[in-house]
């Protein structure tokens, strides 16, 4: 953005961090390939519709997730800006309230199962309301996206997902 300083750039990590991390009985080549299919992320993350609005869903890619919960929408925009498989993603989330970088990792673990690690670094709103909203949001940040994961764990294992 023009004109925007170091502190607006959404590559930057924020200080609203988090990590969910779930373990899927799948080789992790499969559990990558299932978490890149973009579109399928809407059978998994509750009440969002996933899509990929520029490029093939690889580096590069902007995907847009649109989460609606009754009359309230939050729009995520998100550039894929590093895809190492079938090890990490990463994404820069750029929209207008959703700010931050985000990786996924999966490591390979004995037996075919996958360790899944899903970490963010969103920006917080400057001010009192970050400080205030940040310890009210975190906890159902890291549960519902540890839910989500649990949730993509079980397709993937039941082959729902390719």
Known sequence: MSGSGPADDPARPGSGEFTATVIVNAPAPKVF???LNWEKQSEWIPFTRVRVVEGDGGEGSLVEAVTALGPAVLRDELRVVKVNAPYEVRVVHCGK??????SMRCT???????QIV?????HLPPGP???IAWPVLWPGS???FTGALKRF????EQ????
Do not use: N
């Open 118 to 122: 899903l970490h963010e670094w969103f």
């Open 159 to 162: 082959g729902r997902l390719p």
């Open 153 to 156: 764990g079980r397709l993937v």
């Open 142 to 144: 890291k549960l519902g």
């Open 108 to 114: 390979a673990m004995s037996g075919d199962r996958t």
């Open 33 to 35: 390939a299932a978490f």
């Open 97 to 102: 309230v959703l700010r931050g970088p985000g």
């Open 129 to 131: 309301v970050g400080k």
